[in-house]
């Protein structure tokens, strides 16, 4: 149970990751929620092909104050190992956890190979708690380790960007 982004993969080329000379990158975003806490995100690639997740990168962050909007920054040291697909095809997925499984649960801040979307350990449990919510905004990834004031486009530039994909089916 989580929220999440895949990044296509032309977009992470300059990362390197899988290589010796893997680059760090840093999610920022603000985080609304009625819960408090230890919560839990998670970064995975999609292996050699998309969908055949492989390595993943569980984190933690808190939440201090209930309905309060709060900044957070996170860096990922980039992977050195593990296949991440550098066309267009899905690259990194990064994610927020509301609820996991424990078979879905790695170490916090470690690199694994396995399909994780969660840290182990007590995170906060939307599923579990009635009425419980969170809102998540400015999400941003960004290569290195210093996080940016929001990149705000022009709405014709995001609808540029949003036609690349459009289809029509009859």
Known sequence: FFLSQVVEGI????????????????LSF????????????????SGATAGNYSRSYPFTFSVS???????????IQGP????????????PEFGIELWNGSSFQ?????????NYTGPSGGTANF???????????????????????YERRPVGLELAQ?????????
């Open 11 to 26: 977009n992470t080329v300059d990362w390197q990751w899988g290589s010796a000379a893997a680059r760090s990158v840093t």
């Open 106 to 114: 790695g170490t916090a801040g470690a690199w694994a190979n396995a």
């Open 30 to 45: 603000w985080v609304y929620s009625s819960l408090t806490g230890t919560m839990g995100g998670f970064v995975r690639n």
């Open 127 to 149: 599923a579990g708690t009635l009425n419980s919510y969170m809102y998540v905004t400015g999400f941003q990834v960004e290569l290195g380790s210093v996080a940016t004031p």
């Open 162 to 170: 949003c036609q690349r994909y459009y289809e029509t089916c009859i």
């Open 80 to 91: 050195t190992s593990g296949q991440w697909i550098t066309g267009q095809l899905d690259g």
């Open 65 to 75: 104050s209930a309905n309060t909007w709060e900044y957070k920054t996170i860096t």
